[in-house]
């Protein structure tokens, strides 16, 4: 079975500083990683998947198969990112159900 | 309307009453998807629908839980003789059908379920 793990609960970084929020996957096969982002009393939302390599509101991710990881980066957090993050995986093989970790808070300090 | 939209917004009720939520998906979206949020957790997928058919109900945890979409639109999700357990957010959201999409999914607000 596949799994999705995001070891913070909580990350507090100042405006300007970088941010990375970690996600860990297991799974044996090869999945499709995702973050999805929930802003306060907003729907949850699709940042950005690993396949389209592309970077979204100055978010990037890298799926690193050797490590199982998927990690979240912006050089340069600001006020508006604060928010709830979720990375997901989708197992493939023909499956739509997506596997989600328990999400990371991020809190922007000005 | 432009998303998707799950009625109602809140709900609560007795321990033992029977409960229905409704989804109305993204148009033209023939895959819809229901999926249960617990405090503290991620989302958790319950079932998911191509077209007409549950193509998916693996995650539904119990027979106490059955969903339907009889017409390939609107989806409603059943939940029977309700348990404090089953208090969460249920979430549902809708994608196109090709499974290049599935991961892409454009979610509604939720209902939150509370039992009592």
């Known amino acids: 079975a596949q799994r999705v793990t995001q070891p913070e609960k909580l990350l507090s970084v100042f405006k300007g500083a970088p941010v990375e929020l970690k996600c860990n996957y297991s799974?044996?096969?090869?999945?499709?990683l995702f973050w999805y982002v929930q802003y306060s009393r907003q729907r949850l939302q699709l940042l950005l998947r690993?396949?389209s390599r592309e970077s979204i509101k100055g978010f990037t991710a890298d799926l690193n198969k050797g490590e199982t990881s998927f990690h979240l980066k912006k050089p340069f957090a600001q006020e508006e990112d604060s928010a709830m993050y979720y990375c997901a995986l989708r197992s493939g093989a023909g499956s739509y159900q997506l596997t989600f970790g328990k999400g990371t808070k991020l809190s922007v300090i000005p | 309307g432009a998303g998707v939209s799950q009625t109602p917004s809140n709900k609560v009720t007795e321990k033992g009453k029977y409960v229905e939520l409704r989804c109305d998906p993204i148009s033209g979206h023939t895959a819809l998807y229901w999926y249960r949020q617990s405090l503290g957790q991620g989302p958790e997928f319950l079932i998911y629908?191509?077209?007409?058919?549950?193509?998916?109900d693996s995650g539904l945890p119990n027979d106490r839980f059955f969903a339907v979409r009889p017409e390939g639109s609107v989806s409603t999700l059943k939940i029977q003789r309700t348990e404090r357990g089953d208090s969460a957010v249920y979430l549902c959201?809708?994608?196109?059908?090709?499974?290049?999409?599935?991961?892409?999914?454009?979610f509604g607000q939720g209902t939150r379920l509370t039992v009592v």
């Open positions: 629908f191509q077209g007409t058919g549950a193509a998916d």
């Open positions: 959201a809708s994608s196109r059908p090709m499974i290049a999409e599935a991961g892409s999914a454009f």
């Open positions: 799974y044996s096969g090869s999945p499709e």
């Open positions: 690993h396949i």
